[in-house]
């Protein structure tokens, strides 16, 4: 059934800005929201090729775009040449 449109908004923008806390990058409300939804995309993602399904729960994907929002940031930061 999955999260929905407006639960997957509320999610990745909690995911995004705890991230963003974890990782101290200073973004605003949208960026959150992106870096959340990106990164429960992209962890679901790899998390695919091991054969792991991630459940369609909203604390369940909380986790999951929260791990993956990191991953976009220090990605991101590792491409950039700054850590």
Known sequence: MGLGFIGSIFVGGMAGWIASMIMKANTGILANIGLGIIGAVVLNFILGLLDIYA?????????VGLVGACLVIWAWRALRGRS
């Not at 459940?55 to 986790?63: G, S, V």
């Open 55 to 63: 459940a369609d729960a909203w604390l369940t994907q909380l986790f």
